[in-house]
Every structure is written in C-alpha cells, then in structure tokens.
C-alpha cells in the first residue's frame, strides 16, 4: 500500500507539475504559453512574406505540440485577435458578437515584422529539444517588450489559476521607460472591449476591477449599448438583458442587436418606462455591470509559479530589455569585428598582391605557409592572428574578383564597418540611453495603432437590493400565523393574510414576533412564526433605525419596566430576545407620542391612583439593555392613552 501511494504521490506531483509549467501558465519572460510559444515558432520557420493557411501552421505546430490540433487552431486564432503578432487574413471571429472563426482550411495569417523584432532572435534564443526529440524549441523567446501584460492570461491548473488583465501597449511601453529612469508608474487594465471601469480595487495587478457596458440614454424610451464590458459578448450580454426581464426586474419592450464593426444593442422601454427608470437595474441584474478578479500569476526565471505586481513585471522586463540588449549588441560588435577582420585581410591580400607569393609553392601546406608570411609585415593593421580558415578564405577569392578589385570602395566599406563598431561600442556604454531610444522607435512606430478602449473612472456598484423592483406584496395571516408573499390577499368578509408593503425577492425583513425575540430573515415564502407577530420592517439600514420600538413588560414582583430601542446590527436567522429573562411582555408601541396609564390598586397611604408615562420621556437604548422601572406600586390595570 505505501508503495501505491508513493507511486500515486509521485504521478500527480509529476502531472501537476506539467500542467502548471507547460500549458496554463504564462512565463514571465515573454508572456506566452507553450502553445502560443510554439505556435509563433511555427510562423517563425515558415515565413517567407506571404500568408500561410491556417491548417498548414497547425499541422507544422504539431511537431512541437503533442496535445492535438484543435487546441493549437484555438490558440492561435486568440493570439491573433490580439493584433500584436499575427497578420491575418479571413474570418478570424468576432470579439464583441462572440461568433466564431471560420475553419482553419479557409483562412490565412503570418507573422508581422513588429513580433520578429521584439521576439524573434534565434543566436541568443536558447533551444531545447521537441516532445520526440526530432527537433528543436525555443525555451522562451527573448522578449523586449512585457508581453504579459499586454496580452494578458487566463489559464486553470492543477491548485492554482492565473488572470492577467491585458493593458494598453503605449501605457506599458511608457511604464518601461520610466523604470528604466528610475521613475515611479501606475497602470490600469485596457479593455479590447473598450466600456467603463472602476479600477478603484485594482491593486498593481491584483485585486478587482468593476467593469460596465457604455450605454447611450439620449433618448429617454430607449437605451443603446455602445461599447461591451470585458469579458461579455453581444450575445450574452442579451441574454442576461431577457432573463432580467423575463424575471421582472427590467420592463422592457424588445431588444435589438445591429452590432457590425462597432456594438449596438438597442433596448426598447416599456410604456411608462423612461431611461433613467432602468440604468440602475442594467447594471445590477445584467451583465452590463460585473466585478472581475485579477490573479497575475506566471512561470519566473526559475521555472517556478510565483505572484507578481505589474510594477514588479515592469521592472523585471526593464533590466531584461538591457540584458537581451546587450547580447544583441555584443553579437553585432562580433560579427562587426569578423568582417572587418575579412576585408581587411582581402584588402592587403590583393592590393599587396600576397597571392603571387604561392604561385612557386609545391603543397598545400607551403601555401598556407606563404601566406601567414606575407601578412606578417601588416600585423598592426590586422589586429588578429591570421588562422588557417582565414587563408583558405582568401584562396578561394576568384581571379576575377582579384582583378576587378577597387581598392578605394574596400577602404571606403572597412571605414564605415570601424565607424559602426565606433557606435555599437557607444550603445554598450550607455544601455539604459540604448533602450530607452530603442522603446522610443517602437512608440512612434506602432503607438498610433493602440489609443486607450476602456475610460478610467469611480463608481458605485449597484447594490441588487436598492436596484430591485417591489413588485411583491409581504402578508401576514394571523389566524394561521404564516408570513410571507405568496400567501393569499384577505377577502371582503375579513379572511385570509392583511398585506404589510412591497417588496422585492431580494429584500430582508426584520420580524418582532410575540414573545418579544426577533429575528432578521431573506424574504419568506411562508413562514410560520406560531403564536403571533408584533411587527415586522425592511431589514434596510436606511430603513431599520427609523423603526423604535417601545415594550412595557414586568417582572415576577409584578413590578413595571419599559424599554425604548431600535435594531441596527444583525445575524441573518439569528434570534434575538429583546426583553431581560423572567419577564413578561405586557404592551407594545412603535408610536412615537403614545402614553401609557397605569391604575394602581386603591389604599389608605396612596392618594394617586392612576398615572401617565409618556414613551418619549425615555432614552433610546441598545438591544441589549435592560430597560428603566416605572413603578413599585401594584398595577391593576394598564392603558394606552392618545396624546
């Protein structure tokens, strides 16, 4: 048994491990998923200018992901609706409508140069070997850019999920300047979706955001939806308006979707319905209004799962960029160096004329020989020692070549190969001024095409309750004792539940029952309180504290008591008594200006025999308090006298 638990333990820790790191998370480095990795890779291999079919990328993707072609036609059509990457041709779908795109045989896309320049850098790209081993993937890409935020990330996997809001290209790219300068920055979600939000919960990252629909209410019998809230598409966006309506909490006439290129619902108002009657129930029983959560959860440089802020992403990205930077610029000063090695080497080979110099040479290695020799006397020049591969290079120089040598133009390339070594050495000393220009070219190259969707703004969430219709009626039978909205109306000759107020499904009430406890319930159906009820209120804290209640109770000495309170704080089902132990609820008033009169038995030694108490006269106390004596002498009897 503990062998199959080592072995299952073993297994899951193995698959849980691979569904984190390898399909469901984003790495930091270049914000993909190994999917979107290799399905960029793909377009890498494959391009050659033109547009490739659909279907062929996927089935190319197929040599790197094992888990079928479906989900690589998938993700690749969300990559490409992103617009960052992927240049596409054909119906790729419909964000706002939700519609879906056409099969992968029909349309076409290839990479754009803008993701071969911030991704694509196969000579400091590192490689690992395929699922089969018969080829070879790029670990990650060496993004220049902070492409998970950007895009954005939503992925499930085994004890941990990720949602990485997208946000707004020029915004991210400004961020990176100012953490290259050492600045502070803030950013906000960006919505493809464009409408409102409320990013007031929103926590570099993490927290919430409150989005909503953009609704036109010029005219005030119908309302027209212009722009969605994220995460919604014109179709569910509908449906959630109908089921609304269907439900009571809306009154509408009709609803109709002209969406195109741009949204546009049209929700026709019922008569004597105006706009301002319905905003409020839009945004709290639709989705035209809705809260989402943020998680910004990615694969770190040490191949582990780990929470981060924007900022800390951003900053991250800023000292990538210098380092992906700098190798670029190291491999351009090699190979700058190479060159200028070569000419330099086939300037003084030809214009020295060093090949006459193996004309008398009997082999192979005599020339090699003769070669080295004859550059001796130019060593400053060359700066290099002369190897083997470079002699071979020169001999294999044609004599055609040799002979139409220009010597002026040779001097003229190696003096502006020195002048872009010169540079390249320049960029090296400075690489935050090197990065910054290079963001800067990107800002003015693509940061036309990215305006921020989604306006940043404060506002309220609407609470359902305050939004709801009362369209129900509460009743109270107090022959059967039930409390609640589907009883039925009291008839003419006085039977059946007395109606009590409107109220809505979503509405609490506060019920006084006889023995003076007290409870705060969810809008009851039918709700058998027993022997009776002194009262019952909207469990509303606006609403609740206008209520005091005045009880006149005595104790077992048979003295009088009356306590003034109002309820304020609650447990939902909770009961509460309201009256001290050993007592015995006598009256109860929620008037205001009542007086009670007390007769007291007749005796020798007392000449007053009755006497008013006006409830006002007594403070307004807590739930909890005991409540204040009214007299010591032996009631007989007790009244309610008007004011």
Known sequence: MAYVQTIFDKNFLEYASYVIKDRAIPHLDDGLKPVQRRILHSLFEMDDGKFHKVANIVGHCMKYHPHGDASIYEALVVVANKGFFIDTQGNFGNIFTGDPASAARYIECRALP????????????????????RNQEPVVFPAKIPVVLLMGAEGIAVGMSTRIMPHNFVEVLQALQSALKGESFQLFPDFPTSGIMDASGYADGLGKVLVRARL?????????IRELPFGSTTESLIESIENASRRGKLKIAGIQDFTTENVEIEIQLARGVYTQDVVDALYAFTDCEQSISANLLVISKENKPVIMTATEVINYHAKQLQSILKMELDLDLK???DKLHARTLERIFIEERIYKKIEEMATAELVVEAVKIGFVPFAKEIKREVSDDDVERLLKIPIRRISLYDINRAKKEIAQIEADIKIVKKYLQNLVGFALDYVDGILAREGKKWPRKTEVTRFDKVDVREAA??????RYDSESGYLGHVLAPATSDGKGATSLFAVSEFDRVVVLKADASWMVVPLPSKLYLGK???ACFLADKDEAPKHILT???RNEAGEFYIKRTRIEAWIMEKIYPLLPEKTKLVAFTESQTAILRLHYAKNVKLRVTQEDFAVADYLVKGTSAGGVRLTQKPVIKFEWKKA
């Open 114 to 133: 803008f993701a071969k320049e911030v991704l694509f850098r196969p000579d400091i790209t590192k490689f690992d070997a395929s699922y089969d081993g």
């Open 216 to 224: 036109d209410t010029s005219d005030p019998k119908r309302i027209v």
């Open 335 to 337: 190979n700058l160096l």
């Open 469 to 474: 219709v009362r369209n129900l009626t509460l």
């Open 532 to 534: 009776g009820m002194l």
């Open 551 to 553: 009880f006149i109770f």
